[in-house]
């Protein structure tokens, strides 16, 4: 019965404007990089408080629309996007997640390699934008006349060895790194947290993000029971194999020396940008 007792009290529903006194909570991220950790967490969330919570992917205008117009206390994400119009928004706080540019190119390679999502299966896939870029007529094919055509991202993926592969995910990411690369990393506003620091201190790295929201106590309390639940210890302890395990700094062992000096030449400065790196001696 005590049990019960404050499991109702942990439950009983906050009043609009007690859940936290932002207009909307805004979050930045990139492709494999927490993204769809960070969504169970505020989708479950939004469904216990009663806030709305939506993921707008990489659609910027619908994104930045939904924040413009909001009515109600919400959470709203997108991925690899920099070129916000901050100054429109109303009261907002936020939360950005960055993680080592050489591990999102790992982390994309294997992923695309059996994933289900729809545009990485399209055999309508536009490739204008990969084939544009000089290293894929150096590296992968230069002859145009094979470039290709009415083939999906994960079938054409397939087709490459790993190091043929590993460079279309380094060409996949040019537009993801450009908008790292342009973020604005003064904005007092939004939270600054990499990959790396949230992984295994999952809880304690999600309180300090709820606390920078202003989320009611019980929405803190609860979020960190959350975080805890789908953090990666507890993620891997049912990992059937299908899903890799996602820890930090896995491209030393992926990475050929060949892909090492062609990463510094195109993505170098971002490493150190980032404080990946101090200089180009790695």
């Not at 973020?183 to 999952?202: A, Q, Y």
């Not at 210890?233 to 000096?261: A, I, M, Y």
Request: contains cysteine; charged residues 30%.
């Amino acid at each position: 019965m005590a049990f019960k007792k404050l499991h109702n009290i942990l439950r009983t529903p906050l009043r609009e404007k007690k859940l936290f006194p932002y207009d909307v909570i805004v979050h930045f991220s990139y492709h494999k990089c927490l993204t769809a950790y960070y969504d169970k967490i505020m989708a479950k969330l939004s469904k216990e408080f009663g806030f709305h919570q939506k993921h707008f992917r990489g659609h910027i205008n619908r994104f930045e629309e939904a924040v413009i117009k909001v009515k109600k206390k919400s959470i709203f994400s997108i991925n690899n996007k920099s070129n916000i119009h901050f100054s429109m928004f109303p009261k907002y706080r936020g939360s950005h997640f960055i993680r080592d540019p050489r591990d999102l190119v790992i982390s994309g390679y294997y992923y695309h390699l059996w994933t289900t999502e729809k545009w990485c299966n399209a055999p309508d896939f536009d490739w204008s934008n990969i084939t544009r870029n000089r290293l894929f007529s150096e590296y992968i094919e230069n002859r145009v006349s094979n470039y290709p055509r009415n083939i999906s991202y994960k079938d054409f993926l397939n087709n490459l060895d790993k190091e043929k592969g590993l460079i279309l995910e380094i060409i996949f990411r040019n537009d993801h790194f450009s908008n790292m690369q342009n973020w604005d990393f003064t904005n007092s506003n939004i939270i600054e947290l990499k990959f790396e620091e949230i992984i295994g201190k999952e809880e304690e790295c999600f309180e300090r993000i709820f606390k920078h929201y202003g989320f009611h106590s019980k929405i803190i309390k609860r979020g960190k029971e959350i975080a805890e639940q789908y953090s990666l210890k507890n993620r891997n302890k049912c990992n059937t194999g299908h899903v890799r395990k996602g820890t930090p700094k896995q491209w030393p062992n992926e990475f050929s020396p060949f892909l090492k000096d062609l990463f510094k030449e195109v993505s170098g400065d971002l490493l150190i940008l980032l404080d990946y790196e101090k200089d180009m001696n790695w």
